[in-house]
């Protein structure tokens, strides 16, 4: 069974930091990785999405990387601000032997708090 | 675009009760999925939809059921709630497959 782990659970830093949130998966057969965002009592935000064949994604201040064979993706953030403060949520969508339906398994966040 | 709506926002029931939590979208999106958030349990898949007329089972799906008359609704019945469904349901959507999910803004529900 696919399982998704985060580290670390907390993360504090000053503003203008550059950071590595991580995530790590037990499965390597998945279709891809997405990276959200959610602020407190709200939904997720997408932030980036990594096909299974891709090894990085970019947007912004934001560089996600997924190395499938050791179960790995890093997002990472630079020169990071107070409104980066948020969870940071890791999703693989594992594979499914007849290739039907979803099975999207999330893994438990990181809590960011960025300090001016 | 309002991209994925649930409704309502916030509700409270009693154990037994029964009801139906909303979802929209209006993206043409063919896969949509209900989410529970739990402290501590992450987001569970409760259950998915391929397409109108087509929905199947999640990791979480005892309790609750689901249909999918139209591209656009997927509406979730709780049939007699009971306190173990506490929580922040989410609804989710994506198109073409096995690509980038979008979701909506979730619903907080307590059952007393």
């Known amino acids: 069974k696919q399982e998704v782990t985060q580290i670390p659970a907390a993360l504090s830093v000053p503003e203008g930091e550059n950071l590595v949130l991580n995530c790590s998966f037990t499965d390597s057969a998945i279709y891809n990785l997405q990276w959200f965002r959610q602020d407190p009592g709200k939904g997720l935000t997408s932030l980036l999405l990594i096909q299974s064949s891709q090894r990085e994604q970019t947007s912004g201040r934001l560089n996600a990387s997924l190395d499938k064979s050791s179960g790995r993706s890093t997002l990472y953030i630079a020169a990071s601000q107070p409104g980066d403060s948020a969870t940071y949520l890791c999703a693989v969508e594992a594979y499914l032997w007849d290739n039907y339906g979803q099975n999207f398994v999330f893994g438990p966040g990181t809590r960011l708090s960025v300090l001016p | 675009n309002a991209g994925v709506t649930q409704t309502p926002k916030f509700q409270v029931l009693k154990t037994g009760q029964s009801m139906t939590l909303q979802c929209a979208q209006d993206m043409n999106h063919e896969y949509m999925s209900w989410y529970r958030q739990d402290p501590g349990m992450g987001l569970r898949l409760i259950h998915y939809?391929?397409?109108?007329?087509?929905?199947d089972q999640g990791e979480v799906p005892n309790g609750y059921n689901v249909s999918r008359s139209t591209t656009e609704d997927f509406p979730l019945r709780l049939l007699s709630a009971a306190p173990s469904q506490t929580s922040v349901y989410f609804c989710?959507?994506?198109?073409?497959?096995?690509?980038?999910?979008?979701f909506g803004p979730g619903t907080r529900l307590t059952v007393l």
């Open positions: 989710a959507s994506s198109y073409p497959r096995r690509n980038e999910q979008f």
């Open positions: 939809s391929v397409g109108a007329g087509i929905t």
